[in-house]
């Protein structure tokens, strides 16, 4: 199993990359371990981690305040919280099935 995605109970623990200032927001695979997601948001006064919160809970379909930064703040390695997901993305879930093999 990847390193970058955990169970922990109900909840996932993420390690992730942060390319901010992208053209789009998407997950563009795995950088160093890490699940490397790009955002459009500028890595100016705290926009880019509101905006990585947002892009996570709506991928995982939780709301935005399930979703926590538990390490990283000011860094572009971070590890996320997501409380109560359900699921795992299909961006997400391709590349677990990818690394298995």
């Known amino acids: ?24 927001d998407e997950i563009s695979g795995l950088f160093n371990e890490r699940l490397k997601i790009r955002i459009t948001a500028p890595p100016v006064d705290n926009k880019a981690n509101k905006h ?5 809970a709506k991928l995982f379909a939780v ?5 926590s930064l538990l390490k990283g703040d000011t860094q572009r390695n ?6 109560g997901a359900k699921h795992i993305p299909p961006a997400i879930q391709s590349l677990l099935d990818e690394n298995a093999n």
């Open 52 to 56: 990585l919160l947002r892009f996570v």
């Open 63 to 67: 709301s935005p305040s399930r979703v």
């Open 78 to 83: 971070k590890r996320l919280l997501v409380s």
């Open 1 to 24: 199993m990847s390193t970058f995605i955990r169970w922990q109970n109900e909840d996932i623990l993420l390690d992730c990359y942060i390319q901010p200032g992208a053209k789009k």
